[in-house]
C-alpha cells in the first residue's frame, strides 16, 4: 500500500512540475503586439478582417493584402476610423514575385514584419465529378504555395532577429477530408504538412508557427465561395451547416482565440468542439471515419446543373437560401466586407 501511495505521489508531483514548467515557458514566450507589424493575407473580408481588427486593439500596425482593392480600401476605412495604423497592398498571393514586392513593400513601410498570417483561401464546393484539374492547381497555389512563398520571404529577417510568428490558417478540412471540398481538403492537408514541419524546424530561431484547423465558422465567406454542379443545392447545404451555432464558431470568438494562441506561440488551435471531436475520431478510426462520410456523400447533391461551371454563394440564392437558417452567416457577411458593396 505503501509503495503505491509513494507511487501515486510522485507521478502526482511530476504531473505538476511538467504543468509549472509548461506555464513558464509560455510565459517566456509570449508576444506582445503593441508597436509590432502583423501581415495578414487575405486581409480585406471575413476571417482577416475579424483579425485585423483584434490585432488593432492590440496596438499592431497592420499590412493587409488581397486581390481586391475595393474590399481593402473599405477594410482600412474602417479600421482608420478605430485609430490603426494599415497599409493595405492589393496583390495575388499565388504569384511569387507578387509576394516578395509585398513583403519588401511592408518592410519599407514599417520595418521588420514580426507577424505573419497566412489566411488567403478559396472555397470550391461540389461532387468530385465536376472537378477540374485547375480546381486542384488553384486551390494547391493559394494555400501550399501562398504561404510558404510569404513564410520564405518574411524569415531571414525573423531568423536575424531571433523572433516572430507565423500564423498558418489551415482548416479541419486537412485533418478529415470530407466530400464535395476535394481541391480544399487536399491543399490543406499539405499546408498542415508544411505548417507542422516548419515549426519543428523554426523553434530553434525563436519563431514559432502555428496551425489553425478551423471547422465550420460564421465568416460570411458563403457567399464569395465558389459552387459547382448543381450549384443552388449545394450552396443551400454550404449555407446553412455554416450557419447553424451548433455545428459553427462564431468568426470574432474565432479570431480571438487565433490573436491569444499567436500570442503563446502555440503549436496547434483546433476551433470548434465538433472539429476537435472530428479530428479525434478519425485519428482513432480512419477507415470508420472513412465509411461514414462515404454514406454521407451518397446523400449529397450528384453531378448535374451547371457541371463543371462555377456560381460563386451570391449567385447560387434560390427560395431555400438564403433563409431564416443562414442568418447568422448572412449578418456576418454584411459585418465582415464579405459583399460587394459596403451595406
Given at each position: 500500500?505503501?509503495s503505491?501511495?509513494?507511487?501515486?505521489?510522485?507521478?502526482a508531483?511530476?504531473?505538476?512540475?511538467?504543468?509549472?514548467?509548461?506555464?513558464m515557458?509560455?510565459?517566456?514566450?509570449?508576444f506582445?503586439l503593441?508597436?509590432?507589424?502583423?501581415?495578414?493575407?487575405?486581409?480585406?473580408?471575413?476571417?482577416?478582417?475579424e483579425?485585423?481588427?483584434?490585432?488593432?486593439?492590440?496596438?499592431?500596425?497592420?499590412?493587409?493584402?488581397?486581390?481586391?482593392?475595393?474590399?481593402?480600401?473599405?477594410?482600412?476605412?474602417?479600421?482608420?476610423r478605430?485609430?490603426?495604423?494599415?497599409?493595405?497592398?492589393p496583390?495575388?498571393?499565388?504569384e511569387r514575385?507578387?509576394v516578395?514586392?509585398?513583403?519588401?513593400s511592408?518592410?519599407?513601410?514599417?520595418?521588420?514584419?514580426?507577424?505573419?498570417?497566412?489566411?488567403?483561401?478559396?472555397?470550391?464546393?461540389?461532387?468530385?465529378?465536376?472537378?477540374?484539374?485547375?480546381?486542384y492547381?488553384e486551390a494547391?497555389?493559394t494555400?501550399?504555395?501562398?504561404?510558404?512563398?510569404?513564410?520564405?520571404?518574411?524569415?531571414?529577417?525573423?531568423?536575424q532577429?531571433?523572433?516572430?510568428?507565423?500564423?498558418?490558417?489551415?482548416s479541419?478540412?486537412?485533418?478529415v477530408?470530407?466530400?464535395?471540398?476535394?481541391?480544399?481538403?487536399?491543399?490543406?492537408f499539405?499546408?498542415?504538412?508544411?505548417?507542422e514541419?516548419?515549426?519543428a524546424?523554426?523553434?530553434?530561431d525563436?519563431?514559432?508557427?502555428?496551425?489553425?484547423?478551423?471547422?465550420?465558422?460564421?465568416?460570411?465567406?458563403?457567399?464569395n465561395?465558389?459552387?459547382?454542379?448543381?450549384?443552388?443545392t449545394?450552396?443551400?447545404?454550404?449555407?446553412?451547416?455554416?450557419?447553424?451555432?451548433?455545428?459553427s464558431?462564431?468568426?470574432?470568438k474565432?479570431?480571438?482565440?487565433?490573436?491569444?494562441?499567436?500570442?503563446?506561440?502555440e503549436a496547434?488551435?483546433?476551433?470548434?468542439?465538433?472539429?476537435?471531436?472530428?479530428?479525434?475520431f478519425?485519428?482513432?478510426?480512419?477507415?470508420?471515419?472513412?465509411?461514414?462520410?462515404?454514406?454521407?456523400?451518397?446523400?449529397?447533391?450528384?453531378?448535374?446543373?451547371?457541371?463543371?461551371?462555377?456560381?460563386?454563394?451570391?449567385?447560387?440564392?434560390?427560395?431555400?437560401?438564403?433563409?431564416?437558417?443562414?442568418?447568422?452567416?448572412?449578418?456576418?457577411?454584411?459585418?465582415?466586407?464579405?459583399?460587394?458593396?459596403?451595406?
Amino acid at each position: 500500500m505503501r509503495s503505491r501511495s509513494r507511487s501515486l505521489l510522485w507521478l502526482a508531483v511530476g504531473v505538476g512540475t511538467a504543468v509549472a514548467v509548461s506555464a513558464m515557458q509560455r510565459q517566456r514566450r509570449t508576444f506582445a503586439l503593441r508597436g509590432k507589424t502583423v501581415l495578414i493575407t487575405g486581409g480585406a473580408r471575413g476571417l482577416g478582417l475579424e483579425m485585423a481588427r483584434l490585432f488593432a486593439q492590440e496596438g499592431a500596425r497592420l499590412a493587409l493584402c488581397a486581390r481586391d482593392l475595393d474590399s481593402l480600401k473599405r477594410a482600412e476605412d474602417e479600421l482608420k476610423r478605430q485609430g490603426a495604423e494599415v497599409f493595405i497592398l492589393p496583390g495575388d498571393v499565388t504569384e511569387r514575385d507578387t509576394v516578395t514586392d509585398i513583403v519588401h513593400s511592408v518592410q519599407e513601410r514599417f520595418g521588420a514584419i514580426d507577424v505573419l498570417i497566412n489566411n488567403a483561401g478559396v472555397i470550391e464546393v461540389g461532387p468530385m465529378e465536376e472537378m477540374r484539374l485547375e480546381d486542384y492547381e488553384e486551390a494547391m497555389s493559394t494555400h501550399f504555395w501562398a504561404p510558404l512563398y510569404a513564410s520564405l520571404a518574411v524569415l531571414p529577417q525573423m531568423r536575424q532577429r531571433r523572433s516572430g510568428r507565423i500564423v498558418n490558417i489551415a482548416s479541419i478540412g486537412g485533418k478529415v477530408s470530407v466530400p464535395h471540398l476535394l481541391p480544399y481538403s487536399a491543399s490543406k492537408f499539405a499546408l498542415v504538412g508544411l505548417s507542422e514541419g516548419m515549426r519543428a524546424e523554426l523553434i530553434k530561431d525563436n519563431v514559432y508557427v502555428t496551425t489553425v484547423c478551423p471547422g465550420l465558422m460564421r465568416t460570411g465567406s458563403h457567399v464569395n465561395a465558389t459552387f459547382k454542379g448543381q450549384n443552388q443545392t449545394e450552396f443551400a447545404l454550404f449555407s446553412t451547416l455554416d450557419s447553424l451555432p451548433i455545428i459553427s464558431i462564431d468568426a470574432r470568438k474565432a479570431a480571438r482565440r487565433i490573436l491569444t494562441a499567436c500570442k503563446r506561440g502555440e503549436a496547434e488551435l483546433i476551433l470548434s468542439f465538433t472539429a476537435q471531436a472530428a479530428e479525434k475520431f478519425h485519428a482513432l478510426f480512419p477507415g470508420t471515419t472513412t465509411e461514414l462520410l462515404g454514406q454521407v456523400n451518397r446523400i449529397l447533391p450528384g453531378p448535374g446543373g451547371i457541371g463543371k461551371g462555377r456560381a460563386t454563394g451570391e449567385e447560387s440564392r434560390s427560395q431555400r437560401a438564403p433563409s431564416f437558417l443562414t442568418s447568422l452567416s448572412d449578418q456576418a457577411a454584411r459585418r465582415n466586407n464579405e459583399l460587394p458593396s459596403a451595406e
